[in-house]
């Protein structure tokens, strides 16, 4: 586990946050989420440049603990991180939606800094995290592409499934509308330069 340099830690203006980034939801379908092929390729392209940048946004790793018998159960396979955090990255363990909830990271992100919130489930923990960042202060990015979620079997009004994508675009229109700055993978070069 990284040793975390807290007042480091609260003083960066820059944060990219990997919200429940683990080899189970993201290992290949049916138990990993529909679009975890170009999810893994887009989140290790968004690390891959934040940790190649002039001046390295804080990246912190937040990992899921789900129950007994899920998928990220803890110290099972799919609980594993999918990227293997440098030294200086912090692993925060959470077991609520809202990865703010009974853990540390109030204390490592300023509420004035800026977040990019990469990750998944884009209606749980997406959703909870950039709407609690939000509640915060810091301004919040998200990039389509880099979050996702699985189909939702519908119990009301006959039924049905409604797809991942569909989920994931909604999500987006919603926390675009509550305040979230939209980006596209086209647009990454961009994100951690100094603007």
Known sequence: MPTI?????????RVLLLLDVQ?????DPPRG???????R???ALILTTARAAQHPPLIVHVRNTGDFGELDEPHTPGWQLAHVPWPH??????????????TKLGELI?????????????DFSVRATCSAALGRGNEVLMI????????RLEVLYGGGVTSAARIEAEIEGELEEAGVNLLDMKDLDAIFDDR
């Open 33 to 39: 989420v529909p679009s975890s092929g170009t999810l």
């Open 89 to 102: 990255e912090p692993v925060i363990d959470k077991r609520k939606n809202n990865a703010f909830t009974g």
């Open 41 to 43: 390729g887009n989140i």
């Open 23 to 27: 080899a189970g939801v993201l290992s």
């Open 144 to 151: 389509r592409g880099a979050h996702g979620t699985y189909d």
């Open 110 to 122: 300023a509420p004035d800094a800026e977040v990019v919130i990469v990750g998944l489930q884009s």
């Open 5 to 13: 340099d807290h007042a480091l830690a609260a003083s960066t203006r």
